[in-house]
């Protein structure tokens, strides 16, 4: 029963999964602007529910103008909750990325595999 809720994929895997989907710079932009909208209300709620609430429905509204005009896809959440947190996670690393800061490999895209051919005509995962 709580198979359900488990992760459908690594943290990685979901990584680059949510790159591959928001290339797109408007996409970028307005999710680097909106999530954080939508996280920092969270605590804001607890101050003032008229600014939390602004937060929350701006950075919501970014997030689909995004997905409308930009990509022209659903948001990848309405298939797998995770990408909930996934967002949030990547936006952390496109802020690192933008600062200078090394980004954590786990918070990296998931890098293909490479397939080497070797003289011999064996094959070997790089």
């Known amino acids: 029963m709580l198979d359900r809720f488990k992760p459908k994929k690594t943290l990685r895997a979901y990584m680059k999964q949510y790159a591959e989907e928001h290339k797109h710079p408007g996409t970028k932009l307005t999710h680097v602007i909106g999530i954080p909208m939508i996280v920092a209300s969270l605590p804001v709620a ?20 995004g997905h409308g005009v930009f990509e022209k896809r659903k948001p990848s959440f309405v298939d797998d909750a995770y990408y909930m947190l996934v967002g949030p996670v990547w936006v ?3 802020y690192m990325d933008l600062l200078g800061i ?6 990296t895209p998931e890098a293909d595999e490479k397939v080497v051919e070797h003289v011999n005509g064996l094959s070997q995962h790089a």
């Open 102 to 107: 090394p980004v954590p490999e786990v918070m």
């Open 92 to 94: 952390a690393a496109e």
């Open 46 to 65: 607890f101050v003032s529910r008229t600014l939390a609430g602004a937060l929350f429905a701006g950075g919501w509204a970014l997030q689909f103008i």
